[in-house]
């Protein structure tokens, strides 16, 4: 999914609105979405989703098909209070991330301050007791983890200052967290794969998504390689060490004796990693090895052969974090997990098998 630095035209008038409400243009009601529409120049329905994007934050209540929102009485406004919320993510680059950048917008429209830490999960080594020191020498009231491992989102549970995992390895723990569900998309991948020939697949998973144990999504990926009468072993989710050199040994490996004829990848850098070493072997894709992406990235849309890849909308992830800090700013309790839909877009790094028409 080739995604734009801009806002979308929903997202603009969520924030137009925002802005009136905060100004205090209307006393009890907003007007209709007709009303809005004309005043707007906009489309019902782009009005519908910016309205509805304002109940999710908590600043409107609907009222039923036909009826007027009402808005937030001053009494539970003036309860809410500006924080800081402290981002803290798995690589630096993140930030530069279209999602990452629209999150920071959003946060500081709402009121609040973002806070950047100076290190990320990874340069601390997904360590807690280096990660500890950091939270506590930071002044944020509350924290965005992303992508993290199973134990940091632990130690983040446990502790009394509100957390959000953005991503990682959230399943079964007490704490808010939004990201793709892309179970159903990593077994029509493996599906597809199978269905085109391929017997020896590898995923490439980082350890936070392989450690203590498998991830949902790629036991997704086991479990369906099983149930096509495969077998499974560290061939088809192999171990590496979290960092360019262990990956590439991963890699040279995997390619010694008798090498897979296609590679999924966890993330857009290990997919580019991979498409190098292809190259660099005289390996081509996908003649002699497909190559799959389980992220969307915005150079994939000047890709050819296109590529083939999960792709999922993160604008209800930023929503659902915002609607986060709104709710705690009103010193509400909000653990809930949300999961977006994410699907499989084919491409032309993925084909048949070496060996079959």
């Known amino acids: 999914m080739a995604s734009s630095d801009f806002s979308s035209i929903t997202e603009q008038v969520t924030s137009h609105l925002r802005h009136e409400l905060a100004k205090g243009r209307w006393l009890t009601t907003v007007p209709g979405r007709n009303n809005l529409a004309a005043e707007l120049g906009v489309s019902h329905k782009t009005v519908e989703s910016a309205l509805q994007n304002?109940?999710?934050?908590?600043?409107?209540?609907?009222?039923?098909?036909?009826?007027?929102?009402?808005?937030?009485?001053?009494?539970?406004?003036?309860?809410?209070?500006?924080?800081?919320?402290?981002?803290?993510?798995?690589?630096?680059?993140?930030?530069?991330?279209?999602?990452?950048?629209?999150?920071?917008?959003?946060?500081?429209?709402?009121?609040?301050?973002?806070?950047?830490?100076?290190?990320?999960?990874?340069?601390?080594?997904?360590?807690?007791?280096r990660i500890a020191p950091l939270v506590e020498s930071t002044e944020a009231d509350v924290w965005v983890i992303g992508a993290a491992s199973q134990s940091v989102l632990q130690w983040f549970a446990a502790n009394p200052t509100p957390a959000f995992a953005l991503f990682g390895r959230r399943e079964g723990l007490p704490i808010a967290g939004a990201g793709p569900d892309k179970v159903s998309a990593f077994i029509m991948v493996?599906?597809?794969?199978?269905?085109?020939?391929?017997?020896?697949?590898?995923?490439?998973?980082?350890?936070?998504?392989?450690?203590?144990?498998?991830?949902?999504?790629?036991?997704?990926?086991?479990?369906?390689?099983?149930?096509?009468?495969?077998?499974?072993?560290?061939?088809?989710?192999?171990?590496?060490?979290?960092?360019?050199?262990?990956l590439q040994a991963c890699l040279s490996s995997l390619f010694q004796l008798?090498?897979?004829?296609?590679l999924i990848c966890d993330q857009p850098v290990i997919f580019s990693a991979v498409l190098q070493f292809a190259a660099v072997r005289g390996l081509r894709v996908p003649g002699d090895i497909s190559i799959i992406c389980t992220d969307a990235d915005p150079t994939f849309a000047w890709s050819e052969p296109s590529v083939a890849h999960i792709r999922w909308e993160p604008q209800p992830v930023v929503r659902r974090i915002v609607a986060w800090a709104a709710n705690i700013s009103r010193g509400k309790t909000d653990r809930r997990q949300s999961l977006t839909k994410a699907e499989f877009i084919e491409g032309g790094t993925m084909g048949p098998a070496p060996g079959r028409t």
């Open 54 to 129: 304002l109940e999710a934050e908590g600043l409107l209540t609907g009222q039923g098909a036909g009826r007027r929102r009402l808005i937030t009485p001053s009494t539970k406004l003036a309860s809410a209070r500006p924080m800081r919320v402290a981002l803290l993510l798995s690589e630096a680059v993140d930030r530069n991330t279209n999602y990452m950048v629209q999150l920071d917008r959003e946060l500081s429209e709402a009121g609040h301050t973002v806070v950047n830490p100076a290190r990320s999960l990874l340069a601390l080594g997904m360590d807690v007791s």
């Open 190 to 246: 493996t599906r597809e794969l199978i269905n085109l020939g391929h017997r020896r697949i590898t995923l490439l998973a980082r350890p936070r998504r392989r450690l203590p144990e498998p991830g949902t999504t790629e036991q997704a990926f086991l479990d369906e390689l099983k149930e096509q009468g495969l077998s499974v072993g560290n061939f088809n989710l192999p171990e590496w060490d979290d960092c360019k050199e262990g």
């Open 258 to 262: 008798t090498p897979p004829t296609a």
